[in-house]
């Protein structure tokens, strides 16, 4: 009796610091849904080279990352018997795929990708943008290709990326006269869940911004940041009616809290007057402990045990690099350039 074929994920996260719960509501929920149906090969890097290129300059804050990463992937759930998890660097079969594809992309092309015409502005580089940076996108697509992905959750924003890859699946597929690359689809996160926005009301959730909520945060830190939470500007006496459009409470509530039915009502009454932010904002505190103690505990149970962790990084990358090197073998096949085989 045949089985049937698996669809296969490539997912993964640059390690440049801890993971926060923007990370899980956009991506790693999804990830562990997906893991525990037993339909997907999940291959989840964590995407040391892609963070290099714009922390060149400070390794050591990748490589004090790569365990954060680790710890928050098993943490949220990432079984490693269920799920590849594999470091970037470690597949030396992606470099040369990058390589190859490169010379199937033009310059403009690139400049046209909104998600980096996007992080190019928000990381000011001016007309100083390092290479690497510039070309990721043709790395992301060696990394999706390389396992053979045809899903790979995502943000919202990465949509662009996922259309690049698939231009250059079909540009060597066509030059090359063989169907030996595959075609990725997104799956994104719930409407209104692919991005979450900061504390501060910034409409997004980024380290860089300091607005984060991180998933090792510990229940004293959690409550501190809730109770100081940007809400509505104009609520500024319990009695007041208040706005729930644009309040950060309110959009964190509406993901996080599994009542819906309270939440509506929360709405009404903070409409009409008569909810204190400060009310509002120890039922968020509850629900997001109740979310987030769970996650704590299993990470602590992993920081003290390191050598466990990078065993399952070293396994996962040896087995991520026997596929991706069989996917360069027929790359190279199809180019010709296997001369001495």
């Known amino acids: 009796m045949m089985t049937e074929k698996k669809h296969v994920i490539l997912t993964g996260d640059r390690p440049t610091g801890k993971l926060h719960i923007g990370h899980y509501v956009g991506s790693l929920k999804n990830r562990v849904a997906l893991q525990n149906t037993g339909k997907y090969d999940t291959y989840i890097m964590i995407a040391d080279q892609q963070a290099l290129t714009d922390n060149a300059r400070d390794p050591e804050k990748i490589r004090h990352s790569l365990h954060q990463v680790a710890l928050d992937y098993l943490a949220v759930g990432i079984d490693p018997k269920k799920s590849t998890i594999l470091v970037q660097s470690q ?8 390589m190859h594809y490169l010379n199937l992309v033009t310059v403009s092309r690139l400049k046209r990708n909104p998600t980096v015409k ?3 502005k928000q990381k000011k580089f001016g007309e100083s943008v390092p290479a690497g940076f510039f070309i990721y996108p043709v790395s992301q697509a060696a990394d999706i290709t390389a396992f053979k992905a045809d899903t790979v959750p995502v ?6 990326m996922l259309e690049q890859t698939r231009e250059i699946v079909r540009t060597f597929n066509r030059i090359y006269q063989q169907d030996i690359l595959v075609e990725p689809e997104g799956v994104f996160p719930p409407k209104g869940e692919g991005r979450i926005p900061g504390l501060d009301g910034n409409a997004k959730m980024s380290k860089s911004l300091g607005n984060c909520i991180y998933l090792s945060d510990d229940a004293d830190t959690i409550q501190k940041k809730v109770m100081s939470m940007y809400t509505d500007p104009t609520h500024i006496k319990v009695s007041d009616p208040g706005h729930v459009e644009g309040n950060t409470v309110f959009t964190y509530l509406d993901i996080f809290d599994p009542d819906k039915e309270h939440v509506a009502k929360l709405k009404e009454q903070y409409q009409a007057g008569g909810l204190g932010d400060v009310k509002i904002k120890r039922h968020l ?27 399952i990084l070293t396994e996962g990358s040896a087995k991520a690099n026997r596929v991706a090197n069989q996917t360069l073998k027929e790359v190279r096949d199809a180019i010709g350039i296997n001369y001495f085989d």
């Open 91 to 98: 597949i030396p079969a992606l470099s040369e795929l990058t």
């Open 155 to 160: 943000g919202d924003d990465q949509e662009p």
């Open 285 to 311: 505190n509850e629900v997001l402990q109740a979310v987030l103690e769970p996650i704590r505990k299993r990470r602590e149970e992993y920081a003290a045990n390191l050598d466990y962790v990078d065993q």
């Open 118 to 120: 996007t992080e190019i």
